[in-house]
């Protein structure tokens, strides 16, 4: 007999097809899939279209499944989906891919999520009218059950709108996987970044140099304790690349706080006070990055 | 034989069928932050209107979604589909922004043009102002994006398909900027108005064995405010009162690539491959040296920057599978920023006041980034999966201290399943960052100290831990997921600027089934970062070091319950997330000094019920409450400093509660029956 994740030969299709499965699989949630793209009859590529495999499309060849057993017998799971399923995850996401190729891509092969044998099914609810990964107010969620650091971060004070369910995790990541860096959905962070901060991305006359190689030398993307996302408190975080001659790199302590003499480099923007234009200057007189 | 299957009892559904929500939400009190992202900024009422809903008529069929209507952050989607062949999508949303609404300005004005108040008298500091306190207007700082998306796509056939999108994204709103001076500074609430289009269009295949695409990737950014003058309040020199800068300059990127990828059945093997090559360009007017008439300056030498950017993507990976047990994955990936500006030489004219007597040339950066990586997992026994990889990181870049760096990192994993509900995962690595060299007279010739190693260009040494479970017995009620992180980074090359860095994150969640209706979670979080610094004020050795410690707790906890009848519905969710900064200060100029701890505390609750009167109806109650309480020593009153004008913006502190109440609605076929 076949043991879980080591089918390799297929037992043979069901007799009458969904007629079959449908007879005892008759809960809303099962039949919601004749809600989804997936239960559309007219779609040539959809499991319910004409000629295709119904629901044996997805879960795999039933008649094992779907046939009589013996009182006090098991009886057997279906080939793909589920725990008990007898295919590995690889197989059993081949059958989604067989499809969904095109959206996929082979590249996911490389991604984080196939490395470590993340199926379809752990995100994809694929009978659900509205599949809730899908969809931006409630995608997150589906994405911290296993990143739960990120879900952390994305309660800090200072973050992008994902607690909210106004942004999703999708706005930055292809979670099916890219020869990209960290799975973005752009060729480069910055370039991701640029999506919705265009007003950053110049060329400018005058540039700071970590801004053009990479935003998350200076910001924290999943949310941050400090102000704009920044990953450190300035003018510490600036401090941490800026100490010139004639401008000397003060250390700021409690003496600066309004009980003391209030300090411009520390209240305030601190550093920002006046050099305002971080991300790049296009002004002549810009390269201190104060015009 | 698979051709005589019928579907006979197969629900397709033709026509109409939706649901909407029309209620009203009352907010207790005027609180800018709670409004961000949600649109409840204001006290008062709101309607609450939502749908979802389709129309299905043979191969036609429509989707449509929308949330928050009566609100800024509004939200609409509609989909369309002829027999899955060609579609299309219309999105609509907003996304209010909401930083400060205890903000207040002496400027008036807008767009670009910010002036004092007839009357003004300058003064050499803030509390010299003698119109200050009259003068202070509220002045909300805040924005909204309206985002519109259209796209369609088209597929010829099951394997070819084609698609274009667009998005036209608008921000409007008020943002702080610092407005500087030589000696004195303001900030300025900067009025802006972005427009951003993006285009995306291209052309897919994919069989069996092969994928391949062509697309255009298009971002068109405009600033509609693209410099800003503002008066200054201080007492300055002659001519040099209205002060001008640029602002971010309109600019445009395009990019083409290709990708594909090919599947052989031999050894599983895939190859992905990745060509992009794009062009940004900015090509906007250039603002005079300066506003000051007083100061002679020579001509621009050029009028407008033809500034641009090439950039060129490439990338390649290999997963393969040479023993059952075992895959093999290599990956190639190049990325180069080519800035193609032109350098030119400028006066230096510093903050309209005079004249340095200097040129300077301007220095646009480039650089090539190549990444190539090895990894491999072998499953050694059934329930014991081993993994490990390399990978080189090399970044050549010009302009800078560091020409050249090496990134050396090695992984090793270990995943152990013994249980089918028993997932063990525990990771380790080094992350090693060389440099060929410090070129510290480029650093003396940007006036940096040659002993500070900037952040992103020092060799760093990196190791880091990982521990994660997954528990969930499939016949328990529990499930529990935990995950440990530690990394300690070491800069032991650098005498000034960060030396250490040492990061722990830990989460962990629990599930309970407590019956078949009713549910409850308990998920907690915890992060600690720790950085040491060192700094020069005396343009030399270290003399003073700072400690800045990171941490963030998150706690959330829920229950769901659902009635025998399944009339009730019954949902709450409370999370608190608590912030702290800590800046430990020691210099030889002055003794060890604690700055006051920056916090802050958000507790949300959210609670629901709803009532199913039938198939048909349903009626909700919905509860939100959230407190916000921030310590925060930067944000200071108008005239605490004696150089800097500041906005005043105070410390979030509110407790801001929200009762909505609603009715759904379902017209159509409430429930999917099967045909008799």
Known sequence: ?291 | DTSGWACELCPFEEGYQADYDAGATYVSDDEARFGHATGYDNKGAYANVAGNGSYTKGGYRLDWLFEDLGLSSRFAQLDGNVDGRFGFSIGYREQPQRQFSSTRTVFTGAAGELALPPGWVSAGTTSSFPQLATALRPVNIESDRQILDLGADWKANKKIRVFAEFQRQNRDGVKISGGAGFTQASLLAKFIDYETDRIDTGIQYADGAATLALNWYGSFFENRNSSLAWQTPFATAPGAVRLQKATAPGSDFQQLSLSGSYRWNTWDTVLAFSLASGQGKQTDALLPYTSNPNIATSVLPVTAMDARVDTVNHALTITSRPLPQGRVVLSYRYDERDNRTQVLSWNRIIADIFDAGETEQNTPYSFERSRFGISGELRVWRDIRLSGGYNRRILKRDYQEVAEQTVDAGWAQARWRPLDWLDLRIKGGTDERDIDRYDETVAVSLGQNPLLRKYNLAYRFRSYGEFSAAITPTDSRWSIGTSVLLADDRFTKSLLGMTDSEELRVTLDLNYAISQRASAYFMAGFEETDALQLGSEQFSSWDWKAKHEDSFEHLGFGVHWRSENEKIDVHADYNRGSGETTINMDSLSGSASRLPDLESTLDTLRASIAYRWNDRLQATLDFRFERFELSDWALVEPDTMATVLTLGAQPYDYDVWALGIGIRYSFGNPNISIPN
């Not at chain 1, 007629?19 to 959809?46: N, W, Y």
């Not at chain 1, 196939?114 to 990964?133: F, K, T």
Request: aromatic content about 4%.
């Open chain 1, 1 to 291: 007999s076949q043991s879980p994740g080591d089918a390799t030969t297929l037992p043979d299709y069901s007799r009458k097809g969904a007629d079959t499965c449908i007879a005892c699989h008759e809960d809303q949630s099962t039949l919601s899939v004749f809600r989804s793209k997936h239960g559309t009859p007219r779609d040539p590529a959809s499991p319910f279209g004409h000629g295709q495999l119904q629901c044996e499309s997805c879960h795999g060849p039933g008649d094992e499944h779907s046939g009589r057993v013996r009182r006090g017998q098991e009886r057997p799971a279906v080939l793909a989906f589920g725990k008990q399923a007898l295919l590995t995850i690889e197989k059993q996401n081949a059958y989604c891919v067989d499809c969904h190729a095109a959206d996929v891509g082979f590249a996911s092969h490389a991604g984080a999520h196939d490395m470590n044998s993340v199926s379809c099914a752990d995100c994809h609810s694929s009978h659900a009218e509205h599949d809730p990964v899908l969809q931006t107010a409630t995608q997150a969620e589906v994405c911290f059950d296993c990143h739960q650091q990120q879900r952390t971060q994305s309660m800090k004070p200072y973050a992008h709108p994902v607690r909210q369910g106004k942004m999703d995790c999708g706005s930055c990541h292809n979670s099916h996987g890219q020869t990209t860096d960290l799975m973005l959905v752009r060729q480069t962070l910055n370039d991701t970044c640029f999506d919705c901060h265009a007003e950053t991305r110049g060329p400018y006359l005058w540039e700071h140099a970590p801004v053009s190689e990479d935003c998350s030398n200076c910001h924290d993307p999943h949310g941050s304790n400090q102000p704009g996302m920044l990953s450190m408190r300035a003018p510490l975080l600036c401090q941490g690349c800026h100490s010139e001659d004639g401008h000397p790199s003060l250390p700021q302590d409690e003496r600066g706080l309004p009980s003391g003499i209030p300090s411009q480099f520390l209240l305030g923007q601190s550093c920002l006070n006046c050099h305002s234009e971080v991300h790049g200057s296009n002004h002549p007189s810009g390269s201190k990055l104060m015009r």
